[in-house]
């Protein structure tokens, strides 16, 4: 059974269900989406089992292009895993461009794919202004999170070589304007934990740090003891030369870090954490308990400091068999967090850097993600790990919206 689209209504179903055609004659700005991506990830593991295009979950971005054959709109942006660009060897994303570039000349044949469902008559394609692998780090998000974006706009709008070249520089001007200072001086965990800019947080980065002391004696391994050298001997537990020295900054202007910290303060302000402490929130949707501590887990955290993972403790009691980086691994306080993931076993939940804790809260999460505190979310906790972990942080999708609304 199909399902109309209609203007202010939100269609909970398959994406394979919805007719389009009700909304032909609207004039449609945008449309942004991230077709299921599940087939194009390096997460999957090698060449041979991401099948991309060449399976049905894999061609899904087929009905991403027949709503914009549907709704013709002036611009649509495109969101998916970087491991899209070399999904069968470059193929996936070759054909996806042409599909969305050339698409008056392409229809016909996605149209097959998407089960023959759409206009039937001619259709315009898109200029691709931007089509990049971001770091969403870079837009002041507290995680390195990079993703495919493409973005185009309807060609019949832009005219000749000079408009495109005019509208891919005001849309890339914008990202650059919003990116500000982070891309030198990124947000931080304890930041987006804390509430506060880095410069505030002296004291509780210190306290958090002090409790590494001597981890190195309990591990004793040669692993443990190159830490203690090439990191713990270098920590001044100054935070902010700690922040400089941990994140490779080392030409710095005294004027411009201040602006880097002012900038800080202001996205924390934007996101409505500034102030607000995440331990401090108690949500209805109960995202903020701490999860339960297994003590055999919570043993084998107290002996990997931040930024380390499973192999800090390989070769000793606590040793966990596994080839995955992010396993049992530890964010730093002075960096962004690495990439939150929708799902895993055990160890890839996410550690803080507290030695007294281990699993990241689900609202913790959710503030590397970038939601507002006030976003309820709704589910079991695999499913809610899931909806974050799954989604575009909130923060980079206003910037790159509001750099598309400057080229609109």
């Given at each position: 059974?199909?399902?109309?689209?209609?203007?202010?209504?939100?269609?909970?179903?398959?994406?394979?269900?919805?007719?389009?055609?009700?909304?032909?004659?609207?004039?449609?700005?945008?449309?942004?989406?991230?077709?299921?991506?599940?087939?194009?990830?390096?997460?999957?593991?090698?060449?041979?089992?991401?099948?991309?295009i060449e399976v049905r979950r894999g061609r899904l971005y087929a009905h991403?292009?027949?709503?914009?054959?549907a709704l013709q709109p002036k611009a649509f942006l495109f969101e998916n895993v970087p491991g899209l660009v070399s999904a069968n060897r470059g193929l996936a994303y070759k054909v996806i461009l042409e599909d969305l570039s050339n698409l008056n000349i392409r229809w016909s044949e996605v149209r097959k794919v998407a089960g023959g469902a759409g206009p039937a008559g001619p259709v315009e394609g898109y200029h691709i202004i931007l089509s990049e692998l971001l770091d969403f780090s870079q837009f002041g998000v507290p995680q390195r999170r990079e993703r495919l974006i493409i973005v185009g706009v309807r060609k019949d709008l832009i005219r000749g070589l000079e408009g495109l070249w005019r509208v891919r520089a005001a849309f890339m001007r914008s990202l650059k304007e919003?990116?500000?200072?982070?891309?030198?001086?990124?947000?931080?965990?304890?930041?987006?934990?804390?509430?506060?800019?880095?410069?505030?947080?002296?004291?509780?980065?210190?306290?958090?740090?002090?409790?590494w002391d001597g981890v190195w004696l309990e591990v004793n391994t040669e692993t443990a003891w190159r830490w203690k050298r090439e990191v713990w001997d270098r920590l001044t537990f100054d935070i902010v030369r700690d922040y400089l020295m941990v994140n490779g900054v080392s030409k710095v202007d005294g004027n411009e870090l201040e602006e880097a910290m002012r900038q800080h303060e202001e996205v924390l302000r934007e996101l409505g954490y500034y102030g607000v402490p995440a331990s401090s929130i108690n949500p209805p949707d109960g995202t903020n308990?701490?999860?339960?501590?297994?003590?055999?887990?919570?043993?084998?955290?107290?002996?990997?400091?931040?930024?380390?993972?499973?192999?800090?403790?390989?070769?000793?009691?606590?040793?966990?068999?596994?080839?995955?980086?992010?396993?049992?691994?530890?964010?730093?306080?002075?960096?962004?967090?690495?990439?939150?993931?929708?799902?895993?076993?055990?160890?890839t939940h996410g550690y803080h850097y507290d030695r007294d804790r281990t699993q990241l809260?689900?609202?913790?999460?959710?503030?590397?993600q970038t939601f507002p505190d006030a976003f309820l979310f709704s589910g079991s906790r695999t499913q809610i790990r899931a909806q974050i972990g799954e989604a575009v942080p909130p923060l980079a999708a206003k910037r790159l919206a509001q750099a598309l609304a400057q080229v609109l």
């Open positions: 059974r199909t399902a109309e689209a209609s203007p202010g209504t939100a269609l909970e179903c398959d994406v394979e269900r919805v007719d389009f055609t009700p909304l032909r004659g609207i004039e449609v700005d945008v449309v942004v989406g991230g077709p299921p991506c599940q087939d194009f990830s390096i997460v999957r593991g090698p060449e041979w089992d991401r099948r991309g991403f292009v027949r709503a914009l054959a919003s990116a500000g200072l982070f891309p030198k001086y990124p947000l931080t965990a304890i930041e987006a934990f804390e509430g506060r800019r880095l410069d505030e947080l002296g004291d509780a980065y210190r306290e958090v740090m002090r409790k308990a701490l999860p339960e501590n297994n003590p055999e887990v919570a043993e084998r955290m107290r002996r990997i400091p931040p930024d380390e993972n499973h192999e800090f403790v390989r070769g000793t009691k606590w040793e966990v068999e596994s080839s995955i980086s992010l396993y049992y691994r530890r964010l730093h306080p002075l960096k962004p967090a690495y990439t939150v993931v929708a799902y895993g076993g055990g160890g809260t689900l609202r913790e999460r959710a503030r590397l």
